[in-house]
């Protein structure tokens, strides 16, 4: 991965625009091309665009030039030669007299960072936000942020986007893994650094795959949007029913926050979970929820503390029709409200949560553990379970789960950018596809989605860098009567990850302990970029002194009544995190039950043993959507990667 690849003759790049793209009538060239853009260094630059047919386009850089003549469809494409880091520089394009003067261009390294809601989550959301924001302000690291946007077929432009440089008033909107990387790279490369963050939150991997990644040709891509539209409409059909059975009211009003008020009519709604996953499918808008708690005359008499979860996006909340707390455009900040005593009573009390919804997931989300009523000095009584639902004013249209469909993505978030010189690609995504049927496909998917970006970016060895999936509590794992896993689909999605480290140029960071039980996205996302940029700066750079990845199980043996482990990356320095014993390993026999194991580390490996086994056939590590208790580390503390030693 230290070599860097030549891009192929000019040729191809005639082909980086569709031919469904539009005919202009003047110059036009990709938004990425813009005011205070960051360009790959040491590479041929390929620069693209549109411009009336015939026009000649001539392209100047500091003192370098090229030109070409646009096509009958108005496409034009050309080379520049590399150019070492530095700037600033203005890149100027000449069109048929037509001009276009793009300044404050820089040269450094370029990085395109992708995936779903752990890669596009904002610095301001994140642990470390406030130190982050006091501390920017460095003009050469930038980051283009690419708006939300879906389309049928392959695009040539993207909706949006502007290059902002890092300060305390633009930061906070940055990818904060994109940052966190970003910043590392250069404090040791001391060269610009651009991010260009194509995210949405909650997609799949289908959604980032062109058709042919996904073996569909134009007919059979056709066929699925046909079915998919069918569908939607049905949804859409039935939800619009079912709201229609409400009658509308001001979404301001405050009528259903009164403590005695007649809630026939309304339905039973489960908390916490998204009212998307309820029969309420592409709704957003206004509703309401409510339910009751019983206080003891102690407990009304002293206040109580009243969680009530992450709520998307915006609330008000209201107990015994008082209002108690409001929180504004904060999808994912638990709401924690603090209820005086002159508002409570003894017996039976009234919440009344008025949720609005912009935009993708709605209602009251977060973890059980966030859904509580405290009373002062008293432990927290849940408050999950089913409450009472109907909507003010909402609307029903099946936009917002585009994020899901086959090529949306790519044809509006990913097609537009490519051929645009890069470094590499960091991508953090898998969540969505976590799932009994999806986390083996995930393997031929994923391999599938780099060699189909390397082809679109005409760089065979482009490297492609990721992050294996942070432990979580889905509820997803399938367990016996005993509590064992018997099948785990993130941790089948973990090992389809760590399977497509078979391809050249590519990269892991394992994260098993930075994770949240209780949250799918942990807040801390220094250590995710950091550990990133450690990939990047040994593989990519050559600084072969850095370590870059935590043990990889190579092999098993069986010595007697033990199982024998060997890791590559071990470096002779095999090693627990924090206090206590090994953990994690568990051993299974020839009946493919696995239990318990004690492990223990010697030299290079790891020797497990079972008093239940007493003839090892197969081991696993850190095998259940959160394994926190996987404790083996190696060189610099880096985490082992989960894995097992055979599959069932």
């Known amino acids: 991965m230290t070599s860097r690849s030549v891009l192929a003759p000019l040729a191809w790049l005639v082909l980086a625009v569709p031919a469904s793209a539009a005919t202009g009538s003047g110059l036009e060239l990709p938004l990425v091309f813009s005011d205070g853009a960051v360009l790959q260094r040491d590479r041929p630059l390929p620069v693209w665009g549109q411009a009336r047919p015939g026009c000649r386009v001539e392209v100047e850089l500091d003192g370098r030039r090229a030109s070409a003549t646009a096509a009958a469809d108005g496409r034009w494409a050309l080379g520049l030669p590399a150019h070492a880091a530095g700037g600033p520089y203005v890149l100027e394009v000449d069109a048929c007299g037509e001009r276009r003067r793009i300044a404050d261009v820089m040269f450094g390294e370029v990085w395109l960072a992708s995936g779903q809601s752990n890669m596009e989550w904002p610095v301001a959301q994140t642990l470390h936000a406030s130190e982050d924001i006091a501390s920017a302000g460095d003009p050469q690291l930038r980051h283009f942020k690419v708006p939300r946007s879906w389309a049928e077929a392959p695009r040539a432009q993207l909706e949006g986007g502007q290059w902002q440089a890092a300060s305390p008033e633009t930061v906070g909107t940055f990818s904060a893994v994109g940052y966190a990387f970003a910043r590392d790279l250069r404090r040791t490369l001391q060269v610009p650094v651009g991010i260009i963050d194509s995210t949405w939150g909650g997609s799949s991997i289908e959604a980032w795959m062109g058709a042919g990644m996904l073996g569909l040709d134009a007919a059979a891509l056709e066929a699925k949007m046909r079915e998919r539209r069918a569908a939607e409409e049905r949804i859409e059909q039935a939800v619009r029913q079912r709201v229609a059975a409400w009658e509308p009211v001001d979404p301001a009003s405050e009528a259903f926050a009164s403590d005695h008020l007649d809630t026939t009519g309304w339905q039973p709604i489960n908390v916490p979970a998204a009212w998307e996953s309820q029969g309420y499918d592409g709704m957003n808008g206004v509703a309401w929820y409510r339910t009751t708690f019983d206080l003891g005359a102690a407990e009304a008499a002293a206040g109580i503390t009243l969680g009530l979860g992450q709520i998307d996006d915006t609330d008000t909340t209201w107990v015994n029709g008082h209002q108690v707390g409001s929180t504004v455009n904060a999808y994912n900040k638990p709401r924690v409200y603090q209820v005086p005593a002159g508002v409570l009573r003894p017996g039976t009390n009234t919440i009344a949560v008025r949720v609005q919804d912009d935009g993708g997931g709605g209602g009251i989300m977060g973890s059980r553990d966030e859904i509580f009523v405290r009373p002062q000095g008293g432990v927290a009584r849940a408050l999950e379970g089913p409450w009472l639902f109907r909507t003010a004013q909402v609307s029903v249209s099946m936009l917002d789960d585009k994020n899901q469909g086959d090529t ?63 432990p979580f509590h889905s509820g997803d794992d399938r367990l016996d009567v005993q509590g064992r896993v018997i099948d785990s689909p993130w941790a089948t999605l973990r090992e389809s990850q760590s399977a497509t480290l078979a391809l050249p140029a590519t990269g892991q960071a394992v994260i098993t302990d930075a994770g949240d039980t209780h949250d799918i996205h942990p807040r801390d996302k220094h250590v995710v970029g950091q550990r990133l940029a450690r990939i990047a700066l040994n593989k990519v750079y050559g600084q072969q002194h850095m370590a870059w990845t935590g043990p990889m199980y190579r092999s098993a043996e069986v010595r007697g009544h033990e199982l024998v482990l060997h890791f590559d ?30 492990a223990r580390i010697e030299g290079d490996t790891v020797v497990l043993q079972a008093k239940v086994v007493r003839s090892p056939v197969s081991a696993r590590y850190g095998w259940s959507d959160d394994p926190k208790d996987a404790n083996l580390v190696g060189r610099d503390g880096l985490p082992a990667s989960p894995f097992r030693t055979a599959e069932w």
Not at 440 to 466: A, C, K, S, T, V
Not at 578 to 592: C, I, P, R, Y
């Open 408 to 470: 949306l993505l790519y044809n509006a978030m990913l097609h537009p950018l490519q051929p645009y010189a890069l470094a590499g690609v960091i991508w953090y995504q898998g969540e969505t596809n976590a799932s009994p049927d999806g986390a083996y496909r995930y393997r031929d998917q994923f391999r599938g989605l780099i060699e189909g970006w390397r082809e679109g970016f005409r760089n065979p060895e482009l490297p492609f860098l990721w992050v294996q999936l942070a």
């Open 569 to 598: 990356h071990a470096d002779g320095a095999l090693a627990v995190r924090g206090d206590g014993a090994l953990a994690g390993f568990e051993l299974a026999g020839a009946d493919g039950r696995f239990h318990p194991a004690q």
